[in-house]
């Protein structure tokens, strides 16, 4: 097995279940986090929070090219593995996952996996490819390394909805948390895709958090949902969003519409927004 600093790096299935049966043995509990690299102190956070619910911590670090469109920037997302392995020894973990796509994805492979309802709407409009391959990827994730415990980011809300869903339908019985988005000092939510971003563009990325926390408030004043999103798609354009996917209030738990269009119980507000090529997504929880 490799190694990158302190931390040991399994490239394949059988090397890292070798190293998970041996924490087994030893009697450890396992932790997950599933990550595609390019970590920033948001994927840090749930590394140390699996590190406080289970004895030891996988982060797996994989591309994964099946959650990717054609037209999506597969090729230019951020790779930065020796770093990763770096930041992620420093965080707790006690191994780094890094398939090749090829361990990942044998060339016969032909299983598909469907969420359905979860993964419809919102991103799964805006990107329909996407929740098809996450699901099949986090699934494979979950059976290669068998955690207690996987722990992903609301910052990706209906992502983690897709993987509740999908982990109760497989009986797959690892419990599945999900952490508070980290914002930094101007409420952004952290992304690997915010390294995209211009000077100007960061400035404008920054009125999100705080159009959407608006917007939360006002479903609490009993306000149209309807009203509430089509201000708050407003107002991100006018803070120089060059164009937005949706702004949504939704059920909290399960990212259906609010019947009668007023807000009756826990809410979050989500958007997605363009600044020039890049996409930037976040969510905050109302009422
Ligand atoms: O949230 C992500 O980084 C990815 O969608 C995940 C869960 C690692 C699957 O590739």
């Known amino acids: 097995m490799a190694s990158h600093t302190a931390l040991p790096v399994a490239r394949t299935i059988a090397d890292l279940r070798l190293t998970v049966s041996d924490w087994r043995?030893?009697?450890f509990t396992v932790g997950f986090v599933p990550t595609m690299g390019a970590l920033h102190d948001g994927h840090l956070a749930l590394v140390q929070e699996a590190g406080l619910r289970a004895d030891r911590v996988v982060a797996s670090v994989f591309v994964?090219?099946?959650?990717?469109?054609?037209?999506?920037?597969?090729?230019?997302?951020?790779?930065?593995?020796t770093r990763d392995a770096e930041l992620l020894a420093g965080a707790g973990c006690a191994l780094m996952y890094a398939p090749s796509v090829e361990e990942m994805y044998p060339a016969d492979a032909t299983t598909t996996v469907s969420v359905g309802a979860p993964a419809e709407?919102?991103?799964?409009?805006?990107?329909?490819?996407?929740?098809?391959?996450?699901a099949l990827v986090v699934a494979k994730l979950l059976n290669q390394v068998r955690p207690d415990v996987a722990v992903f980011g609301e910052k990706d809300y209906q992502q983690l909805?897709?993987?509740?869903?999908?982990?109760?339908?497989?009986?797959?019985?690892?419990?599945i948390v999900g952490m508070p988005t980290?914002?930094?000092?101007?409420?952004?939510?952290?992304?690997s895709r915010?390294?995209?971003?211009?000077?100007?563009?960061?400035?404008?990325?920054?009125?999100?958090?705080?159009?959407?926390?608006?917007?939360?408030?006002r479903?609490?004043?009993?306000?149209?949902?309807?009203?509430?999103?089509?201000?708050?798609?407003?107002?991100?354009?006018?803070?120089?969003?060059?164009?937005?996917?949706?702004?949504a209030v939704r059920k909290s738990e399960n990212l259906r519409p609010f019947e009668g269009g007023i807000v009756d119980g826990p809410a979050r507000v989500l958007a997605a927004a363009w600044l020039g090529r890049t996409r930037l997504i976040d969510n905050m929880a109302a009422g």
Request: hydrophobic share 40%; glycine share 10%; charged share 25%.
């Open 25 to 27: 043995r030893q009697g």
């Open 64 to 81: 994964n090219p099946t959650q990717f469109a054609a037209h999506e920037d597969l090729d230019a997302y951020p790779r930065q593995e």
């Open 121 to 134: 709407g919102l991103e799964g409009v805006a990107r329909p490819e996407m929740f098809g391959g996450v």
């Open 161 to 175: 909805m897709v993987v509740r869903r999908l982990a109760i339908d497989l009986d797959i019985p690892t419990e």
């Open 182 to 191: 980290v914002r930094d000092g101007h409420g952004l939510a952290l992304s």
């Open 194 to 217: 915010n390294a995209y971003l211009t000077g100007e563009e960061q400035t404008i990325a920054r009125r999100l958090n705080g159009v959407l926390a608006e917007a939360a408030a």
């Open 219 to 247: 479903t609490m004043t009993g306000r149209a949902v309807g009203d509430v999103e089509r201000e708050a798609q407003e107002a991100l354009l006018n803070a120089g969003f060059s164009h937005v996917d949706y702004v």
